[in-house]
């Protein structure tokens, strides 16, 4: 059985500085094309792909460039999440998220943007199909972002009073 990622071929298309970016295709395939950006500096792949960032496990293009280029033994740190090593298991529930179990752990950017992600799709699975169901779903989504653009512009002004009486009592002392 062959390695995933040798079903696929990789193609420097352009190098910039120390990014270089590839092009990768399944083998005798056009499509679909997927690009790695490779930042030899930070020893950093990016893929359009994303499923690094969705789901912490390295996707077969950015391994088909890191085969590609000999780094498949010397994985940066970076993509190796704590929950795929044997210290998984060992680290208890309260180190990895504190001692205080009433506050939430800190989630990767990524983590989160995904949970969003999934929710919006489950919504999207229930929307689809049928016009009037269709309509309810938009006009639900137009509200939800108007709401949620009202509480932005808010938070805003209410940061704006809290910096100014700052500096007022920087000014006073």
């Known amino acids: 059985m062959s390695f995933l990622s040798q079903k696929y071929k990789g193609f ?26 490779f930042d030899i500096l930070e020893n950093k792949a990016t893929c359009t792909c994303h499923m690094f960032e969705f789901c912490g496990i390295l996707c077969k293009h950015i391994l088909t460039i890191l085969v590609k280029k000999s780094l498949v033994d010397h994985y ?8 795929w090593t044997i210290n998984a298991k ?8 504190g001692d205080n179990l009433e506050e939430e752990p800190q989630d990767s950017f990524a ?3 995904n949970n969003l992600i999934m929710e919006l799709l489950e919504l999207v699975e229930l929307g689809y199909g049928l016009r009037e169901k269709y309509n309810h779903l ?17 938070l ?15 000014t006073i002392l």
């Open 111 to 113: 983590l989160l943007r």
């Open 12 to 37: 420097k298309i352009q190098e910039e500085d120390l990014k270089k970016t590839y092009k990768v295709v399944p083998n005798r395939k056009e499509r679909p094309i997927y690009d790695v950006v």
């Open 76 to 83: 940066p740190k970076r993509y190796i999440l704590d929950r």
């Open 156 to 170: 805003r002004m209410k940061l704006r009073v809290v910096c100014q009486e700052l500096l007022l009592q920087r």
């Open 90 to 97: 060992s680290q208890g529930f309260c180190e990895e998220f």
């Open 138 to 154: 938009k006009r639900i989504i137009k509200n939800i972002r108007t709401e949620f653009l009202t509480w932005m512009i808010i």
